[in-house]
């Protein structure tokens, strides 16, 4: 009796041993496997997103190249606007200038944006229609009113946008009406696209028969900023070109230059009559 006890004992304690290791060897597989088995799985993760990447990288190569090519195409636009335009330069200094030095170029940049729009644009603007009028053999109406320049030097634009709009009026569009043949209206439009200040005309609007066909557009005008301050970015700054009903279309080009003005208010309406040239202003 007493070693059927003691054999029942014995296996009972070997049955118990068994299920402790077996719980002890469970135990310790998950505490030693669950970390692995989550690093494991953030390493698929990983490498699931690094793959994503990877098959991008060469389209993301290509737009860059693109991206780079565009950009010096469009620098080489610009600087050739700044050059081929008429332009204002804007230079306030470098930031490693002493504010004595910043401050004087700052007021000599504002005395130049001074001169420019009181005295020097308006008449160019209106030298510039009048000489393509008067070549082309067509009659101009129109007004030129120069918005007036900053007061003071601290009113002066912080980053320049690359474009000024100096007509004063709504929209800056400057209104013009002109009278003549449909071939003198075409070397009208052919000699402002050669003029040396960069205009956008509007959608023409013709009315009548030749000889006397009239034609109403609205022109801005625009002068273009260069210098060390000027910052262009692609949002804004850049000048709007608004093309006509070809073949009567134009933008700036390259011309006289005019000579200086004493007031920024201009009036241009030149009657033509046949060969005869009016000359009133």
Do not use: C
């Amino acid at each position: 009796m007493q070693e059927s006890t003691i054999k029942r004992n014995i296996i009972i304690l070997l049955v118990v041993t068994f299920l402790l290791l077996v719980i002890m060897a469970v135990a310790w597989g998950f505490a030693l496997n669950r970390p692995l088995l989550e690093n494991i799985a953030k390493e698929h993760e990983r490498y699931d997103t690094r793959s994503a990447v990877a098959a991008k990288l060469p389209q993301a190569l290509i737009d860059q190249t693109k991206a780079e090519q565009q950009k010096v195409y469009v620098a080489n636009q610009l600087a050739f606007f700044q050059q081929r335009y008429r332009h204002l330069d804007f230079d306030y200094g470098s930031a490693t200038d002493p504010k004595e030095v910043q401050d004087s170029k700052k007021l000599q940049t504002w005395q130049r944006y001074m001169n420019e729009y009181f005295s020097s644009y308006g008449l160019s603007l209106k030298n510039e229609l009048l000489n393509a009028a008067d070549a082309s053999g067509v009659s101009i109406n129109t007004a030129i009113k120069i918005s007036p320049p900053p007061k003071v030097p601290e009113e002066l634009p912080p980053t320049p946008p690359g474009f000024l709009t100096p007509i004063d009026s709504a929209g800056n569009n400057l209104a013009v009406t002109i009278v003549g043949t449909y071939p003198s209206i075409i070397d009208f439009f052919n000699r402002i696209n050669t003029s040396s200040i960069l205009m956008a005309i509007s959608p023409v609007k013709l009315e009548g028969a030749s000889p006397g066909i009239k034609v109403t557009f609205t022109v801005t005008p625009f002068l273009v900023q260069t210098g060390s301050a000027v910052k262009v970015s692609p949002s804004g700054g850049a000048a709007p070109v608004a093309a006509a009903p070809p073949p009567v279309a134009g933008s700036g080009g390259a011309g006289k230059e005019a000579p200086p003005a004493d007031e920024p208010d201009v009036s241009v309406n030149r009657p033509k009559f046949g060969a005869s040239k009016g000359s009133g202003d």
